[in-house]
RNA sequence: GGUGAAGUGGGUGAGUGGCUGAAACCACCGGUUUGCUAAACCGGCGUACUUGGAAACAGGUACCGCGGGUUCGAAUCCCGCCUUCACCGCCA
Protein backbone atom coordinates (compact mmCIF):
# COMPACT_ATOMS: atom_id res chain seq x y z
CA UNK A 1 0.00 0.00 0.00
CA UNK A 2 1.33 3.63 -0.59
CA UNK A 3 2.04 5.58 2.20
CA UNK A 4 0.33 8.50 3.97
CA UNK A 5 2.73 10.67 4.14
CA UNK A 6 3.57 10.41 -0.03
CA UNK A 7 -0.45 10.87 -0.60
CA UNK A 8 -0.25 14.01 1.34
CA UNK A 9 3.10 15.16 -0.42
CA UNK A 10 1.53 14.16 -4.25
CA UNK A 11 -1.91 14.44 -4.19
CA UNK A 12 -2.54 14.87 -7.04
CA UNK A 13 0.19 12.54 -8.48
CA UNK A 14 -1.75 9.70 -6.62
CA UNK A 15 -4.91 10.94 -8.14
CA UNK A 16 -3.96 11.14 -11.83
CA UNK A 17 -2.93 7.14 -11.53
CA UNK A 18 -6.05 6.71 -10.40
CA UNK A 19 -7.56 8.17 -13.04
CA UNK A 20 -5.05 6.17 -15.38
CA UNK A 21 -6.61 3.04 -13.90
CA UNK A 22 -9.87 4.19 -15.08
CA UNK A 23 -11.41 4.71 -10.96
CA UNK A 24 -14.40 7.14 -11.51
CA UNK A 25 -13.97 10.58 -10.23
CA UNK A 26 -16.22 9.34 -7.23
CA UNK A 27 -13.58 6.57 -6.51
CA UNK A 28 -10.88 8.95 -6.67
CA UNK A 29 -12.37 10.99 -3.82
CA UNK A 30 -11.15 8.37 -1.34
CA UNK A 31 -7.83 10.40 -1.53
CA UNK A 32 -9.32 13.49 0.08
CA UNK A 33 -11.45 11.42 2.13
CA UNK A 34 -8.22 9.63 3.53
CA UNK A 35 -6.46 13.00 3.88
CA UNK A 36 -8.99 14.32 6.11
CA UNK A 37 -9.15 11.36 8.20
CA UNK A 38 -5.76 10.63 8.96
CA UNK A 39 -5.97 14.94 10.10
CA UNK A 40 -8.62 13.63 12.74
CA UNK A 41 -5.80 11.02 13.57
CA UNK A 42 -2.75 12.76 13.86
CA UNK A 43 -4.74 15.89 16.09
CA UNK A 44 -6.19 13.08 18.20
CA UNK A 45 -2.69 11.44 18.45
CA UNK A 46 -1.40 14.92 19.92
CA UNK A 47 -4.30 15.63 22.32
CA UNK A 48 -3.81 11.65 23.68
CA UNK A 49 0.18 12.58 24.51
CA UNK A 50 0.10 15.62 25.96
CA UNK A 51 -2.91 13.97 28.56
CA UNK A 52 -0.96 11.03 28.98
CA UNK A 53 2.09 12.95 29.63
CA UNK A 54 0.06 14.58 32.13
CA UNK A 55 -1.06 11.53 33.73
CA UNK A 56 1.65 9.43 33.82
CA UNK A 57 3.46 12.69 36.07
CA UNK A 58 0.68 12.68 38.43
CA UNK A 59 1.27 8.86 38.84
CA UNK A 60 5.14 8.97 39.72
CA UNK A 61 3.98 12.49 42.15
CA UNK A 62 1.26 9.72 43.94
CA UNK A 63 4.37 7.60 44.12
CA UNK A 64 6.54 10.06 45.95
CA UNK A 65 3.87 11.05 48.05
CA UNK A 66 3.13 7.65 49.58
CA UNK A 67 6.64 7.30 49.75
CA UNK A 68 6.82 10.06 52.12
CA UNK A 69 3.59 8.90 53.68
CA UNK A 70 1.51 11.99 52.40
CA UNK A 71 -1.29 9.67 52.08
CA UNK A 72 -4.45 12.32 52.13
CA UNK A 73 -2.66 14.33 49.34
CA UNK A 74 -2.23 11.38 47.57
CA UNK A 75 -5.81 10.09 47.39
CA UNK A 76 -6.79 13.71 45.78
CA UNK A 77 -4.14 13.25 43.25
CA UNK A 78 -5.84 9.59 42.49
CA UNK A 79 -9.04 10.84 42.21
CA UNK A 80 -7.82 13.54 39.61
CA UNK A 81 -6.10 10.96 37.33
CA UNK A 82 -9.06 8.56 38.40
CA UNK A 83 -11.24 11.33 36.62
CA UNK A 84 -8.56 11.66 33.57
CA UNK A 85 -9.70 7.95 32.50
CA UNK A 86 -12.59 8.44 31.03
CA UNK A 87 -10.97 11.27 28.55
CA UNK A 88 -7.92 9.00 28.12
CA UNK A 89 -10.63 5.83 26.77
CA UNK A 90 -12.13 7.84 24.44
CA UNK A 91 -9.73 9.48 23.06
CA UNK A 92 -8.31 6.19 22.68
CA UNK A 93 -11.23 5.02 21.10
CA UNK A 94 -11.03 8.09 18.58
CA UNK A 95 -7.71 7.12 17.60
CA UNK A 96 -8.13 3.43 16.95
CA UNK A 97 -10.83 4.27 14.78
CA UNK A 98 -9.48 6.85 12.48
CA UNK A 99 -6.34 4.59 12.36
CA UNK A 100 -8.70 1.58 11.46
CA UNK A 101 -10.55 4.39 9.03
CA UNK A 102 -7.54 5.26 7.30
CA UNK A 103 -5.85 2.00 6.88
CA UNK A 104 -9.17 0.51 4.82
CA UNK A 105 -8.86 3.44 2.76
CA UNK A 106 -4.82 2.27 2.20
CA UNK A 107 -5.90 -0.53 1.15
CA UNK A 108 -8.22 0.33 -1.61
CA UNK A 109 -5.80 2.34 -2.68
CA UNK A 110 -3.71 0.56 -5.83
CA UNK A 111 0.07 1.41 -6.39
CA UNK A 112 0.62 4.59 -8.27
CA UNK A 113 1.69 3.80 -11.57
CA UNK A 114 4.82 4.75 -13.25
CA UNK A 115 5.36 7.39 -15.88
CA UNK A 116 5.56 5.24 -18.69
CA UNK A 117 2.25 3.16 -17.65
CA UNK A 118 -0.15 3.76 -20.70
CA UNK A 119 -3.75 4.74 -20.79
CA UNK A 120 -6.29 1.86 -21.60
CA UNK A 121 -8.63 -0.21 -20.06
CA UNK A 122 -7.92 -3.98 -21.16
CA UNK A 123 -5.34 -6.10 -22.33
CA UNK A 124 -6.07 -4.77 -26.04
CA UNK A 125 -4.74 -1.56 -25.00
CA UNK A 126 -1.09 -2.55 -23.94
CA UNK A 127 1.59 -1.39 -25.83
CA UNK A 128 3.93 -3.80 -27.65
CA UNK A 129 7.16 -3.15 -26.46
CA UNK A 130 9.11 -5.94 -28.39
CA UNK A 131 7.54 -7.73 -30.80
CA UNK A 132 8.32 -11.45 -32.34
CA UNK A 133 10.62 -9.93 -35.60
CA UNK A 134 10.64 -13.00 -37.55
CA UNK A 135 7.17 -14.84 -39.51
CA UNK A 136 5.24 -16.41 -36.64
CA UNK A 137 5.10 -20.33 -37.25
CA UNK A 138 2.66 -21.94 -39.73
CA UNK A 139 1.55 -25.57 -38.98
CA UNK A 140 0.03 -27.70 -41.73
CA UNK A 141 -4.00 -27.90 -41.85
CA UNK A 142 -3.47 -31.47 -39.51
CA UNK A 143 -1.79 -29.39 -36.95
CA UNK A 144 -3.44 -30.38 -33.54
CA UNK A 145 -4.05 -28.15 -30.31
CA UNK A 146 -1.99 -29.28 -27.28
CA UNK A 147 -4.81 -31.39 -25.52
CA UNK A 148 -5.22 -33.38 -28.44
CA UNK A 149 -1.18 -33.81 -28.83
CA UNK A 150 -1.49 -34.29 -25.20
CA UNK A 151 -3.54 -37.41 -25.52
CA UNK A 152 -1.90 -38.52 -28.69
CA UNK A 153 1.55 -39.62 -27.20
CA UNK A 154 -0.05 -39.86 -23.90
CA UNK A 155 1.76 -36.71 -21.98
CA UNK A 156 -1.57 -35.50 -19.53
CA UNK A 157 -4.57 -37.43 -18.64
CA UNK A 158 -6.66 -34.13 -18.00
CA UNK A 159 -9.68 -36.54 -17.48
CA UNK A 160 -8.15 -38.70 -14.74
CA UNK A 161 -7.18 -35.38 -13.04
CA UNK A 162 -10.72 -34.27 -13.30
CA UNK A 163 -11.15 -37.78 -11.26
CA UNK A 164 -9.00 -37.52 -9.19
CA UNK A 165 -9.41 -34.04 -8.24
CA UNK A 166 -11.82 -31.83 -10.42
CA UNK A 167 -11.26 -29.74 -13.30
CA UNK A 168 -8.35 -27.91 -13.90
CA UNK A 169 -5.56 -30.13 -12.18
CA UNK A 170 -4.35 -31.96 -14.98
CA UNK A 171 -2.14 -35.44 -15.01
CA UNK A 172 1.33 -35.54 -16.36
CA UNK A 173 2.39 -39.04 -17.06
CA UNK A 174 5.07 -40.73 -19.01
CA UNK A 175 7.43 -38.23 -21.21
CA UNK A 176 4.66 -35.91 -20.01
CA UNK A 177 5.82 -35.75 -16.36
CA UNK A 178 9.55 -35.66 -17.47
CA UNK A 179 8.74 -32.50 -19.78
CA UNK A 180 7.30 -30.74 -16.67
CA UNK A 181 10.60 -31.99 -14.38
CA UNK A 182 12.93 -31.16 -17.19
CA UNK A 183 11.73 -28.19 -17.33
CA UNK A 184 11.70 -26.79 -13.85
CA UNK A 185 15.41 -27.67 -13.85
CA UNK A 186 15.80 -25.78 -17.23
CA UNK A 187 14.77 -22.77 -15.32
CA UNK A 188 16.05 -23.41 -11.91
CA UNK A 189 19.59 -23.70 -13.31
CA UNK A 190 18.97 -20.78 -15.55
CA UNK A 191 18.17 -18.54 -12.31
CA UNK A 192 20.68 -20.04 -10.53
CA UNK A 193 23.21 -18.89 -12.96
CA UNK A 194 21.89 -15.70 -12.81
CA UNK A 195 22.45 -15.04 -9.11
CA UNK A 196 19.05 -16.08 -7.85
CA UNK A 197 19.70 -17.97 -4.27
CA UNK A 198 17.29 -21.24 -4.82
CA UNK A 199 14.32 -21.60 -1.91
CA UNK A 200 11.57 -24.24 -1.53
CA UNK A 201 9.45 -22.29 0.71
CA UNK A 202 6.02 -23.74 1.97
CA UNK A 203 3.45 -23.88 0.04
CA UNK A 204 0.79 -22.03 2.69
CA UNK A 205 1.17 -19.08 4.20
CA UNK A 206 -1.02 -17.77 6.89
CA UNK A 207 -2.96 -14.46 7.08
CA UNK A 208 -0.30 -12.15 7.62
CA UNK A 209 2.04 -13.48 4.96
CA UNK A 210 -1.13 -13.28 2.25
CA UNK A 211 -1.54 -10.00 3.62
CA UNK A 212 2.22 -8.75 3.08
CA UNK A 213 1.89 -9.23 -0.25
CA UNK A 214 -1.14 -7.99 -1.58
CA UNK A 215 -3.18 -11.05 -1.91
CA UNK A 216 -5.26 -10.11 0.71
CA UNK A 217 -7.69 -8.41 1.21
CA UNK A 218 -7.25 -7.76 -2.93
CA UNK A 219 -7.81 -10.98 -4.21
CA UNK A 220 -9.19 -12.94 -1.52
CA UNK A 221 -11.22 -15.03 -4.14
CA UNK A 222 -8.05 -16.35 -6.03
CA UNK A 223 -6.56 -18.22 -3.50
CA UNK A 224 -7.73 -21.64 -1.61
CA UNK A 225 -7.90 -21.00 1.50
CA UNK A 226 -8.27 -24.10 4.65
CA UNK A 227 -10.57 -22.76 7.00
CA UNK A 228 -9.62 -25.39 9.74
CA UNK A 229 -6.04 -23.99 10.23
CA UNK A 230 -6.36 -20.82 8.37
CA UNK A 231 -4.24 -21.07 5.85
CA UNK A 232 -4.24 -20.53 2.51
CA UNK A 233 -2.81 -22.50 -0.21
CA UNK A 234 -0.24 -20.34 -2.35
CA UNK A 235 -1.46 -18.98 -5.58
CA UNK A 236 2.37 -17.81 -6.88
CA UNK A 237 5.84 -18.79 -5.11
CA UNK A 238 6.11 -14.88 -4.69
CA UNK A 239 3.94 -15.04 -1.56
CA UNK A 240 6.11 -17.26 0.80
CA UNK A 241 9.79 -15.86 -0.75
CA UNK A 242 8.74 -11.82 -0.49
CA UNK A 243 7.25 -12.90 3.03
CA UNK A 244 11.02 -14.08 3.96
CA UNK A 245 11.69 -9.82 4.19
CA UNK A 246 8.45 -9.07 6.19
CA UNK A 247 9.29 -7.23 9.06
CA UNK A 248 12.67 -7.50 8.43
CA UNK A 249 15.43 -4.49 8.26
CA UNK A 250 18.14 -5.48 5.83
CA UNK A 251 21.74 -3.46 5.58
CA UNK A 252 21.98 -1.51 2.46
CA UNK A 253 24.48 -3.88 1.35
CA UNK A 254 22.57 -6.57 1.89
CA UNK A 255 21.10 -5.27 -1.48
CA UNK A 256 19.82 -6.54 -4.04
CA UNK A 257 18.65 -9.67 -2.34
CA UNK A 258 17.85 -12.12 -5.06
CA UNK A 259 15.81 -15.13 -4.94
CA UNK A 260 14.05 -18.01 -7.06
CA UNK A 261 12.25 -21.11 -6.10
CA UNK A 262 9.87 -23.91 -7.90
CA UNK A 263 6.61 -24.24 -6.73
CA UNK A 264 2.99 -25.49 -7.69
CA UNK A 265 0.66 -22.51 -7.68
CA UNK A 266 -2.93 -22.71 -6.60
CA UNK A 267 -5.58 -20.47 -8.11
CA UNK A 268 -9.05 -20.43 -7.95
CA UNK A 269 -9.59 -18.72 -10.91
CA UNK A 270 -13.44 -18.72 -10.46
CA UNK A 271 -15.26 -16.48 -13.44
CA UNK A 272 -12.96 -18.56 -16.37
CA UNK A 273 -14.73 -19.85 -19.76
CA UNK A 274 -15.08 -21.00 -22.95
CA UNK A 275 -11.89 -21.35 -25.08
CA UNK A 276 -9.85 -20.01 -22.82
CA UNK A 277 -10.17 -23.01 -20.79
CA UNK A 278 -8.82 -25.75 -22.43
CA UNK A 279 -6.45 -27.94 -22.29
CA UNK A 280 -3.75 -26.24 -20.20
CA UNK A 281 -4.72 -22.78 -21.04
CA UNK A 282 -6.08 -21.95 -17.63
CA UNK A 283 -5.88 -24.55 -14.96
CA UNK A 284 -6.66 -24.39 -11.32
CA UNK A 285 -2.75 -25.93 -10.43
CA UNK A 286 0.13 -25.27 -12.46
CA UNK A 287 4.20 -25.08 -11.61
CA UNK A 288 5.68 -22.23 -11.94
CA UNK A 289 9.78 -20.75 -11.13
CA UNK A 290 9.33 -17.36 -9.54
CA UNK A 291 12.29 -14.75 -9.25
CA UNK A 292 12.09 -12.08 -6.94
CA UNK A 293 14.57 -9.11 -6.00
CA UNK A 294 14.45 -6.37 -3.31
CA UNK A 295 16.41 -3.54 -4.39
CA UNK A 296 17.60 -0.01 -3.53
CA UNK A 297 14.83 2.60 -4.98
CA UNK A 298 17.56 3.91 -7.41
CA UNK A 299 18.30 0.46 -9.31
CA UNK A 300 15.09 -1.22 -9.18
CA UNK A 301 13.71 0.37 -12.81
CA UNK A 302 17.23 -1.07 -13.64
CA UNK A 303 16.52 -4.67 -12.07
CA UNK A 304 13.22 -4.64 -13.99
CA UNK A 305 14.99 -4.38 -17.19
CA UNK A 306 17.48 -7.10 -16.14
CA UNK A 307 14.46 -9.75 -15.06
CA UNK A 308 13.11 -8.95 -18.36
CA UNK A 309 16.02 -9.77 -20.49
CA UNK A 310 16.12 -13.04 -18.16
CA UNK A 311 12.53 -14.42 -19.36
CA UNK A 312 13.60 -12.97 -22.63
CA UNK A 313 16.77 -15.36 -23.15
CA UNK A 314 14.88 -18.74 -21.60
CA UNK A 315 12.30 -18.27 -24.73
CA UNK A 316 15.01 -17.70 -26.90
CA UNK A 317 16.83 -20.60 -25.54
CA UNK A 318 13.04 -22.46 -25.67
CA UNK A 319 13.11 -21.15 -29.49
CA UNK A 320 9.60 -19.94 -28.84
CA UNK A 321 8.18 -16.64 -30.68
CA UNK A 322 7.12 -14.58 -27.72
CA UNK A 323 6.36 -10.72 -27.67
CA UNK A 324 6.59 -8.20 -24.73
CA UNK A 325 3.84 -5.89 -23.22
CA UNK A 326 3.49 -3.09 -21.39
CA UNK A 327 0.08 -3.90 -19.77
CA UNK A 328 -1.82 -0.03 -19.67
CA UNK A 329 -3.55 1.53 -16.79
CA UNK A 330 -6.37 -0.62 -17.04
CA UNK A 331 -4.69 -4.07 -16.81
CA UNK A 332 -2.18 -3.10 -14.52
CA UNK A 333 -2.41 -5.14 -11.21
CA UNK A 334 -2.98 -3.35 -7.86
CA UNK A 335 -0.01 -4.15 -6.40
CA UNK A 336 2.01 -2.94 -9.54
CA UNK A 337 3.94 0.23 -10.72
CA UNK A 338 4.69 -1.05 -14.04
CA UNK A 339 4.35 -4.74 -15.52
CA UNK A 340 5.70 -6.30 -18.59
CA UNK A 341 3.56 -9.42 -20.28
CA UNK A 342 5.58 -12.03 -22.21
CA UNK A 343 3.42 -13.81 -24.90
CA UNK A 344 3.79 -16.91 -26.82
CA UNK A 345 2.87 -17.47 -30.44
CA UNK A 346 0.74 -20.84 -29.62
CA UNK A 347 0.69 -22.19 -33.33
CA UNK A 348 -2.31 -24.83 -33.03
CA UNK A 349 -4.44 -22.27 -31.37
CA UNK A 350 -3.23 -19.53 -33.81
CA UNK A 351 -2.94 -17.21 -30.44
CA UNK A 352 -0.90 -15.54 -28.10
CA UNK A 353 -0.27 -16.87 -24.50
CA UNK A 354 0.43 -14.78 -21.30
CA UNK A 355 3.31 -16.74 -19.75
CA UNK A 356 5.36 -14.34 -17.68
CA UNK A 357 4.55 -11.30 -15.79
CA UNK A 358 6.99 -9.19 -14.46
CA UNK A 359 6.81 -6.05 -11.83
CA UNK A 360 8.20 -3.37 -9.97
CA UNK A 361 6.14 -3.18 -6.83
CA UNK A 362 8.62 0.04 -5.95
CA UNK A 363 7.37 0.32 -2.22
CA UNK A 364 3.76 -0.98 -2.33
CA UNK A 365 4.99 -4.36 -1.47
CA UNK A 366 7.30 -3.33 1.05
CA UNK A 367 5.35 -0.98 3.22
CA UNK A 368 2.69 -3.46 3.58
CA UNK A 369 5.36 -6.00 4.59
CA UNK A 370 7.40 -3.20 6.76
CA UNK A 371 10.49 -4.30 4.38
CA UNK A 372 13.47 -1.89 5.18
CA UNK A 373 16.90 -1.39 4.63
CA UNK A 374 19.52 1.03 6.38
CA UNK A 375 21.72 3.48 4.35
CA UNK A 376 24.93 4.74 4.83
CA UNK A 377 24.16 7.11 7.60
CA UNK A 378 21.81 4.54 9.47
CA UNK A 379 18.75 5.67 8.28
CA UNK A 380 15.79 3.31 7.27
CA UNK A 381 13.90 3.10 3.89
CA UNK A 382 11.43 1.05 2.32
CA UNK A 383 12.88 -1.06 -0.12
CA UNK A 384 11.65 -1.94 -3.74
CA UNK A 385 10.60 -5.36 -4.46
CA UNK A 386 10.43 -6.98 -7.95
CA UNK A 387 9.04 -10.23 -9.25
CA UNK A 388 8.51 -12.25 -12.68
CA UNK A 389 7.51 -15.83 -13.89
CA UNK A 390 10.75 -17.30 -14.96
CA UNK A 391 8.91 -19.01 -15.74
CA UNK A 392 5.43 -20.26 -15.45
CA UNK A 393 4.90 -23.79 -16.69
CA UNK A 394 1.57 -24.94 -17.79
CA UNK A 395 1.59 -22.78 -20.76
CA UNK A 396 4.95 -23.23 -22.26
CA UNK A 397 4.34 -26.73 -22.29
CA UNK A 398 1.13 -25.86 -24.52
CA UNK A 399 3.14 -23.99 -26.50
CA UNK A 400 6.56 -26.52 -26.73
CA UNK A 401 3.75 -29.02 -28.05
CA UNK A 402 1.65 -27.43 -30.57
CA UNK A 403 5.03 -25.71 -32.14
CA UNK A 404 6.96 -28.24 -32.42
CA UNK A 405 5.04 -31.03 -33.56
CA UNK A 406 6.05 -32.91 -36.49
CA UNK A 407 4.75 -36.05 -38.34
CA UNK A 408 5.80 -38.39 -35.71
CA UNK A 409 6.48 -36.61 -32.66
CA UNK A 410 7.41 -33.17 -30.99
CA UNK A 411 10.36 -32.09 -31.14
CA UNK A 412 12.33 -30.89 -27.67
CA UNK A 413 14.53 -27.84 -28.29
CA UNK A 414 17.95 -28.41 -28.26
CA UNK A 415 18.61 -26.04 -24.75
CA UNK A 416 16.20 -28.80 -23.38
CA UNK A 417 17.41 -32.17 -24.61
CA UNK A 418 19.93 -32.74 -21.52
CA UNK A 419 16.91 -31.95 -19.30
CA UNK A 420 14.43 -34.07 -20.53
CA UNK A 421 16.73 -36.70 -22.22
CA UNK A 422 15.24 -37.19 -25.68
CA UNK A 423 14.90 -35.27 -28.90
CA UNK A 424 11.61 -36.55 -29.87
CA UNK A 425 8.76 -37.12 -27.77
CA UNK A 426 6.78 -39.62 -29.96
C1' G B 1 -3.39 -35.34 20.28
C1' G B 2 -1.40 -35.33 25.84
C1' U B 3 1.82 -33.20 29.67
C1' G B 4 5.43 -29.71 31.27
C1' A B 5 8.55 -25.25 30.61
C1' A B 6 9.56 -20.74 28.31
C1' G B 7 8.83 -16.13 25.21
C1' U B 8 12.74 -9.08 27.38
C1' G B 9 16.70 -4.75 22.47
C1' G B 10 21.13 -7.67 16.66
C1' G B 11 22.74 -11.94 20.39
C1' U B 12 23.32 -13.93 25.59
C1' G B 13 20.68 -12.45 29.72
C1' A B 14 19.09 -9.38 34.57
C1' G B 15 14.69 -7.57 36.14
C1' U B 16 7.94 -9.93 40.56
C1' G B 17 4.04 -3.06 40.97
C1' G B 18 6.54 3.39 40.86
C1' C B 19 13.78 5.15 40.99
C1' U B 20 13.21 0.42 34.03
C1' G B 21 12.95 2.13 27.33
C1' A B 22 14.78 -1.41 30.23
C1' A B 23 21.33 -3.69 34.07
C1' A B 24 25.56 -6.36 32.47
C1' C B 25 28.19 -8.76 28.69
C1' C B 26 28.91 -9.77 23.38
C1' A B 27 28.33 -7.84 18.51
C1' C B 28 28.29 -3.19 15.85
C1' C B 29 29.72 2.25 14.93
C1' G B 30 32.95 6.66 16.22
C1' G B 31 37.39 8.25 18.86
C1' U B 32 42.25 7.90 21.71
C1' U B 33 46.55 4.88 21.67
C1' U B 34 49.37 1.99 17.87
C1' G B 35 54.97 0.48 12.67
C1' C B 36 50.68 -3.16 11.12
C1' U B 37 47.17 -6.36 13.47
C1' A B 38 45.42 -7.24 18.14
C1' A B 39 44.61 -5.44 22.99
C1' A B 40 43.24 -1.45 26.29
C1' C B 41 40.47 2.91 27.28
C1' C B 42 36.48 6.69 26.19
C1' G B 43 31.84 7.62 23.79
C1' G B 44 27.64 5.99 20.92
C1' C B 45 24.29 2.15 19.75
C1' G B 46 15.96 0.00 19.07
C1' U B 47 11.37 0.88 16.29
C1' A B 48 6.81 3.47 15.21
C1' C B 49 3.78 7.63 15.55
C1' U B 50 3.72 12.73 16.79
C1' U B 51 5.15 18.26 17.93
C1' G B 52 8.80 22.07 16.65
C1' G B 53 12.77 22.75 12.95
C1' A B 54 15.03 23.84 6.08
C1' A B 55 18.07 20.34 8.44
C1' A B 56 21.16 18.61 12.29
C1' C B 57 18.47 17.80 16.32
C1' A B 58 15.24 18.45 20.51
C1' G B 59 10.49 17.31 23.08
C1' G B 60 6.11 13.90 23.78
C1' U B 61 3.64 9.10 23.44
C1' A B 62 3.52 3.90 22.54
C1' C B 63 6.06 -0.76 22.26
C1' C B 64 9.54 -6.29 27.00
C1' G B 65 5.37 -12.71 21.87
C1' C B 66 -0.03 -10.85 20.53
C1' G B 67 -4.84 -9.07 22.43
C1' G B 68 -7.76 -7.69 26.57
C1' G B 69 -8.23 -6.61 32.03
C1' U B 70 -6.90 -4.92 37.29
C1' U B 71 -4.36 -0.30 39.28
C1' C B 72 -3.33 6.62 40.48
C1' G B 73 0.86 3.67 38.23
C1' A B 74 2.25 -2.88 34.80
C1' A B 75 7.97 -5.95 31.45
C1' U B 76 6.32 -7.31 36.54
C1' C B 77 -0.52 -9.18 38.73
C1' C B 78 -5.14 -11.60 36.13
C1' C B 79 -7.67 -13.73 31.54
C1' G B 80 -7.54 -15.38 26.36
C1' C B 81 -4.56 -16.47 22.12
C1' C B 82 -0.02 -17.50 19.36
C1' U B 83 4.83 -19.39 19.03
C1' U B 84 9.09 -22.16 20.63
C1' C B 85 11.44 -26.07 23.39
C1' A B 86 11.26 -30.91 26.11
C1' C B 87 8.96 -35.61 27.01
C1' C B 88 4.92 -39.11 25.63
C1' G B 89 1.47 -40.86 21.67
C1' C B 90 0.86 -41.23 16.32
C1' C B 91 3.51 -41.07 11.78
C1' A B 92 6.38 -40.03 6.08
Avoid at 34 to 49: G, N
Avoid at 125 to 141: H, K, M, S
Wanted: proline content about 4%.
Amino acid sequence: MLQTSFIREKKQEVEDGLRKRNYSEEEIGIVSELLSIDDVRKQTQTELDSLRHESKQLASQIGEMYKQGNKDEANGLREKVGQMKETLKSLEGRLHASEEQVQALLFKLPNNPHLSVGTGFSDADNEVVEDWAGDLPVLPESAMPHWELAKKYNLIDFDLGSKITGSGFPLYRSSGAKLQRGLINFFLDEAAAAGYEEIIPPLLVNEASAKGTGQLPDKEGLMYYIEKEDFYLIPTAEVPITNIFRDVILDQSQLPAKLCGHTPCFRREAGAYGKDVRGLNRVHQFDKIEIVQVTHPDNSYKVLDEMVAHVAALLQKLELPYRVMRLCGGDLGFASALTYDFEVYSAAQKRWLEVSSVSNFETFQSNRLKLRYRDKDRKIHLAHTLNGSALALARIVAALLENNQVEDGIQIPSALRPYVGMEKIS
